[in-house]
């Protein structure tokens, strides 16, 4: 199958300084990406729908100046955790889809202490 | 609301057996129907999907039973082994996809 790439795949960092999550397609071109949160033992929580060239798209409750997103090119996504705190700790998982499939990166786990 | 429910939550099978995974949802839009595989720490990968032009779809061990009318899916993994033990997700997509909260797989060795 596809391979959609995330970086890094472990991350701690202070409380208050900001973290950034790269998703990328690797063997293909994605104009929309997804960025997903997941708490231990929890299904996937769509965060927001990253689109080529324009505004992400949050899904209610996300906080869109929390979660900074931008999808510069076709091949990356970033997610940016601005201000980071302990509450902000979790799984984030990019997809991104390609012939009617939908692959999965293998996740980041943020730790903010 | 919940738009796709899964169970059971978790399921354990001896090794050789068959593992069933259900899934049901409401929305009648959806028309893309994956399964995926998740171990720990790891992101979900792609097991097995069906459209709801068919009624079944064989990969291997794995087998995706769909039932249009009553908006039913499921898994079946034959001849389970423990390298299948994990969590597997049910989801369903138009244009957004859902997931399923998941099944804890334990196959005993």
């Known amino acids: 199958g596809a391979v959609v790439s995330q970086h890094p795949s472990r991350v701690i960092c202070k409380s208050g300084t900001s973290v950034k999550i790269e998703c990328r397609s690797l063997?293909?071109?994605?104009?929309?990406m997804f960025w997903y949160r997941q708490f231990p033992k929890q299904s996937l929580m769509l965060m927001a729908t990253?689109?080529?060239?324009?505004?992400?798209?949050?899904e209610q409750g996300v906080e869109k100046d929390k979660f900074l997103i931008n999808h510069a090119s076709l091949t990356l996504s970033t997610l940016t955790v601005t201000s980071a705190h302990p509450e902000d700790s979790s799984f984030y998982i990019c997809?991104?889809?390609?012939?009617?499939?939908?692959?999965f990166g293998e996740g980041s786990r943020l730790t903010v202490l | 609301q919940q738009q796709v429910k899964q169970s059971p939550q978790s399921l354990i099978v001896q090794k050789g057996g068959i593992s069933i995974i259900n899934c049901a949802y409401e929305n009648t839009a959806f028309d893309y129907f994956p399964w995926y595989q998740q171990f720990p720490g790891k992101g979900p990968a792609l097991l097995i999907a069906i459209r709801p032009d068919v009624s079944e779809k064989k990969e291997g061990r794995f087998t995706i039973s769909f039932n249009k009318s009553a908006k039913q899916f499921s898994l079946h993994i034959m001849d389970s082994q423990p390298g299948d033990s994990a969590t597997y997700f049910c989801a369903a997509s138009d244009d957004k996809i859902i997931f399923g909260k998941g099944t804890r797989l334990h196959i005993l060795p």
């Open positions: 063997d293909f071109q994605a104009t929309t």
């Open positions: 990253s689109n080529e060239g324009s505004k992400a798209t949050y």
């Open positions: 997809s991104a889809s390609t012939a009617g499939e939908l692959f």
